[in-house]
């Protein structure tokens, strides 16, 4: 019996990376304690009235199929939104709605990518990323994000991986691990680099409502003059708390939709209409749990900083967005899946490694930002502790 090549190619670019969670959870229902940070999940339940819209919606019978682009509503709404943030019209031709940024993703490099395409994007990157690109038959190429530029990625830096079998760039702004925020300019230089050699830009932007003080999120569709190249993708999965519903889109331009919607109604065959509506009503309201989320995070971020940051040798590297902070362990080793593993046996600490990101951020870790003040700050003392005896 053969299998598909593609299961050889993804294998260990799956639950692999996220062996310290599944130990976590492990330890957790076997009794023990955890402070359980490795996992970017919102600090609070998806709120009631959301909930609420979902179930109304269920009651009024919206439980039947739906179509391969999305509810008309849904599709108002993402309209709506789009073009009020980009300061012009972005019609609902150039949405699909999708479960969550994920599958949106996946779809963009199914329609984009053949077998030898290449892809650049930058290292550290999410997890799932690498999987996103091989699973299409592309290959990542990643280009090094660089502490001294706050990890923003560096037009220069793409396009010395440019060759003729680059087909896109691929952008997370505001960025996980790091939480990276691409201003204007770099978007710019990004895009002008796109469209001088032919290629597609690829933005996820699942985090772009939790930027922390005074960034400001900008989004690759900012600059009209690109948006024949440029996708972005989305979800509530952040913004509104609501990881579970998976309910995300993507907005690029309208040809690319036709020639991704049969590739999306092929797996999918249309969403949900409850959730759906839901959805539209949850981003027709102004993102102020995500504004308030971000303002908790980013508070123990600082609390993070001020506990760890010169301890032990190690730095702590604080976020413009988004869920995470990063700690520069280097100083006492050089293995960030044993150190994380040694710290959760030690102390009940469940930290993700920085190698389950890529290359560059090994000899880091990543805090999530998602516990309580006390419990961070009690997480912090435990690494301090843990840290100066290794560092012994
Ligand atoms: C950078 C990034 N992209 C995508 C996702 C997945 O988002 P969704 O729940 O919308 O599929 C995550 C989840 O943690 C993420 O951190």
């Given at each position: 019996?053969?299998?598909?090549?593609?299961?050889?190619?993804?294998?260990?670019?799956?639950?692999?990376?996220?062996?310290?969670?599944?130990?976590?959870?492990?330890?957790?229902?076997?009794?023990?304690?955890?402070?359980?940070?490795?996992?970017?999940?919102?600090?609070?339940?998806?709120?009631g009235?959301?909930?609420?819209?979902?179930?109304?919606?269920?009651?009024?019978?919206?439980?039947?199929?739906?179509?391969?682009?999305?509810?008309?509503?849904?599709?108002?709404?993402l309209?709506?939104?789009?073009?009020?943030m980009?300061?012009?019209?972005?019609?609902q031709d150039?949405?699909?709605c999708l479960?969550?940024t994920q599958?949106?993703?996946?779809?963009?490099?199914?329609?984009?990518c053949?077998?030898?395409?290449?892809?650049?994007?930058g290292?550290?990157?999410y997890?799932?990323?690498?999987?996103?690109?091989?699973?299409?038959?592309a290959?990542?190429v990643?280009?090094?994000?660089?502490?001294?530029?706050?990890?923003?990625?560096q037009?220069?830096d793409?396009?010395?991986?440019?060759?003729?079998?680059?087909?896109?760039?691929?952008?997370n702004t505001?960025?996980?691990?790091?939480?990276a925020?691409?201003?204007?300019?770099?978007?710019?230089a990004?895009?002008?680099?796109?469209?001088?050699?032919?290629?597609?830009?690829?933005?996820?932007?699942?985090?772009?409502?939790?930027?922390?003080?005074?960034?400001?999120?900008?989004?690759?569709?900012?600059n009209?003059?690109?948006?024949?190249?440029?996708?972005?993708?989305?979800?509530?999965?952040?913004?509104?708390?609501?990881?579970?519903?998976?309910s995300?889109?993507?907005?690029?331009?309208?040809?690319?939709?036709?020639?991704?919607?049969?590739?999306?109604?092929?797996?999918?065959?249309?969403?949900q209409?409850?959730?759906?509506?839901?959805?539209?009503?949850?981003?027709a309201?102004?993102?102020?749990?995500?504004?308030?989320?971000?303002?908790?995070?980013?508070?123990?971020?600082a609390i993070?900083?001020?506990?760890?940051?010169?301890?032990?040798?190690?730095?702590?590297?604080?976020?413009?967005?988004g869920?995470?902070?990063?700690?520069?362990?280097r100083?006492?080793?050089?293995?960030?899946?044993?150190?994380?593993?040694?710290?959760?046996?030690?102390?009940?600490?469940?930290?993700?490694?920085?190698?389950?990101?890529?290359?560059?951020?090994?000899?880091?870790?990543?805090?999530?930002?998602?516990?309580?003040?006390?419990?961070?700050?009690?997480?912090?003392?435990?690494i301090?502790?843990?840290?100066?005896?290794?560092?012994?």
């Open positions: 019996m053969q299998y598909a090549a593609v299961t050889t190619r993804l294998a260990g670019l799956g639950s692999d990376k996220w062996l310290l969670s599944n130990a976590a959870i492990a330890r957790a229902r076997a009794g023990l304690e955890v402070i359980n940070l490795t996992i970017g999940e919102p600090d609070v339940p998806t709120p009235s959301l909930i609420d819209a979902a179930a109304r919606a269920m009651a009024a019978g919206r439980t039947g199929y739906s179509n391969g682009r999305g509810e008309p509503a849904l599709l108002r709404a309209s709506d939104r789009y073009s009020r980009t300061g012009r019209a972005i019609g150039r949405f699909l479960p969550g599958t949106a993703l996946y779809l963009v490099f199914q329609t984009l053949d077998p030898g395409s290449a892809v650049i994007l290292d550290p990157m997890a799932t990323y690498e999987g996103l690109i091989r699973a299409s038959g290959d990542p990643p280009v090094t994000l660089r502490p001294e530029y706050s990890f923003r990625i037009a220069s793409i396009e010395e991986k440019i060759t003729q079998a680059t087909r896109a760039i691929f952008l505001p960025h996980n691990p790091t939480g925020v691409l201003r204007p300019d770099d978007l710019d990004i895009c002008a680099l796109a469209e001088a050699h032919d290629l597609w830009v690829i933005s996820d932007e699942v985090y772009g409502d939790l930027t922390h003080g005074a960034a400001v999120f900008t989004s690759a569709l900012a009209p003059a690109y948006e024949n190249r440029v996708i972005a993708t989305a979800s509530i999965s952040k913004s509104h708390a609501a990881p579970g519903f998976r995300g889109w993507l907005c690029g331009p309208a040809g690319f939709c036709v020639r991704a919607l049969p590739l999306s109604e092929t797996m999918l065959f249309g969403s209409p409850f959730i759906a509506d839901m959805t539209a009503e949850a981003i309201s102004p993102p102020s749990l995500a504004h308030a989320m971000a303002g908790r995070m980013a508070e123990r971020a993070i900083h001020d506990a760890l940051d010169g301890v032990a040798g190690m730095r702590v590297h604080r976020p413009e967005a869920m995470f902070a990063l700690l520069d362990i100083a006492i080793s050089g293995d960030s899946q044993q150190f994380a593993l040694d710290l959760l046996h030690a102390t009940g600490v469940a930290v993700m490694p920085g190698a389950s990101f890529g290359v560059a951020l090994e000899g880091w870790l990543r805090l999530a930002l998602n516990a309580d003040d006390a419990t961070t700050a009690e997480a912090c003392r435990r301090a502790r843990f840290a100066g005896a290794e560092a012994a």
